[in-house]
């Protein structure tokens, strides 16, 4: 299976920037795709931002020009930059990797999330 750590999750005033990382670990195996996700307390977890690995991305229009994704293949972390936080996105950050896992005689796709991570904004 494939592992993820997050972190950068954090404490900040209104204004401030984050950056969250998500670094993916495991055996033989190629990432698809990669996207943040968050979940404020009673409400449903929402999609904020998606990549490919080739770099086509897709954020929620409520980021769009605050917030960054971006992957770096070689170290299969996916980050988030967060510019200009808000209090109301107060909330916990998942990460979600897809991908395939290589097999001897073929592969199986995975979906994995990670552990998530708290982001606090203060006003």
């Known amino acids: 299976q494939v592992q993820l750590v997050e972190s950068g999750g954090g404490l900040v005033q209104a204004g401030e920037s984050l950056r969250l990382s998500c670094a993916a670990s495991?055996?033989?195996?190629?990432?698809?795709?990669m996207a943040w996700y968050r979940q404020s307390p009673g409400k449903q977890r929402e999609l904020v931002a998606t990549?490919?690995?080739?770099?086509?991305?897709n954020y929620i229009d409520s980021v769009k020009g605050r917030f960054t994704i971006s992957i770096d293949v070689t170290k299969n972390t996916a980050y988030l930059q967060m510019n200009n936080l808000q209090p109301e996105e107060t909330a916990v950050y998942y990460c979600n990797v897809k991908g395939a896992l290589w097999r001897v005689g073929g592969s199986e796709r995975f979906d994995s999330w990670g552990q998530g991570t708290q982001v606090t904004v203060s006003s």
């Open positions: 990549s490919t690995v080739g770099g086509r991305t």
């Open positions: 495991g055996s033989s195996f190629s990432i698809y795709d």
